[in-house]
Structure formats: C-alpha cells, structure tokens
C-alpha cells in the first residue's frame, strides 16, 4: 500500500514537470517492492522510473529500468508494461544508434497498441493519456528511422501521426526526443520541399495508423 501511495504521489510529480521529485519517489516505491518481494506492482513502476530517468538525461540508468520492467512483464504476461516498456527501449535504442533493435521495438509496440490489449496501468490519473503518449513516441522513432532510410514521405506520415496523437493526450514532445524530432523534421521539409512535407506531415496527422500510415519499412 505504502509503495502504491508513493507512486500516486510520483504521478503528479511528473505532470507538474519535477521528474527529479519524481524520480526520487518512484526509487522509493521500487526499493519498497524490492524488500518485499512483490512483483505485480513493480513492472509499471520500472517502467515510469525509467521514462522519469530519460526525461532529466540518465539515459544508461533508464535503460537498466527498462529492461528490468520488460523482462518482468515478459514473465508476467503484463501487456500494459510491455508496450510501455517496448517504448522506452525504442527510443534508447534509437538514442544509442541502435536503428534494427529500436524498429523492432516501436514496432512491437504499435501492434499492441492496435490490437488494443489491455493498456490501463494501476495507480495512473491518465491511463489513456499514457498510452496516446507511447505510441506517440513509437511513431516519430520510426518517423525518424524513416527518413534515415531516405523515405521521406513515410517519415513525414508518422512525425504527423506523432502530432496528432500528443495533442489527443496534451503532451508535449518528450526533452529527450526534440532534437532528433527536429533534425527528421527539417530533412523532410528538405526532401519534400515545405508544401510536401507539410501535406504527408497533414495526412499522417489524421490518417489510421497501419491503413494510412505504414509504420513498417
């Protein structure tokens, strides 16, 4: 109970933006589950302690998280930290120059998402919020893994798609994704001239991920 309200706590930590305060609950809550033995719980805060991690820049911390909660949720068979798990190690992958193992990742990730198994995560204000942020970080990884790969018309579907589903959730691009988010942005403008890129960037924005926006190369 003591961990489950620390984590309640460690919930409005990150949406006032103070991952630190976050952070520091959240290793509480682990360091609480740990001295117990209890597992149920401690996928999602693994999870959430990593996405707090790669927020303040502990990129090689947040990466040990992440697999813990993946390799746990694996045994588990908890999809809701599977596909939160997926994510973060997309982006890491991707960050660490890792683009087969961080496709594989976002791409996993989105097929849970369109399945739609599952997602809820106990203790959460915004479950759904959650979820509309994951992919959201899965599409503009593979955005731009896209454009790396000089198909700048597909990048520029899924950075939009990306768009789109942030402003559903009232997200803000994550600090740890800007810049590369900007780098694919402005090579598409380049590729596809501004009236182009700003078209498939509109279309991506409303279109059905997986119909009209292929998320695989």
Partial sequence: ?????????????????DFRAAIAA??????????????GFMGALLARLGWALLQVGEVERAEVMYQRAHDLARRLSNTPVIFLALTGLAALHRAQGRPEASAAAAIEALDLYLEGAPRRLANRVDPEKDSLAAAA????VLGSLA??????????????HADG???????????????????????????LGPEGF?????RGKRGALGRDVPFRP
């Fill in 137 to 140: 970080v899965c599409c503009a």
């Fill in 26 to 39: 959240l290793e509480e809550a682990v360091e609480t589950n740990d001295a117990l033995g209890l597992h």
């Fill in 198 to 202: 700003d078209e498939a960037f509109e």
């Fill in 165 to 191: 589903l942030r402003r559903r959730a009232g997200a803000p691009v994550p600090s740890f994704r800007r810049s590369d988010r900007d780098r694919s942005v402005a090579a598409g403008v380049e590729r």
């Fill in 1 to 17: 109970m003591r961990s489950m309200c620390i984590g309640v706590v460690a919930d409005f930590e990150e949406r006032t933006g």
């Fill in 147 to 160: 454009g790396d790969a000089g198909d700048a018309e597909r990048s520029a579907l899924l950075l939009g």
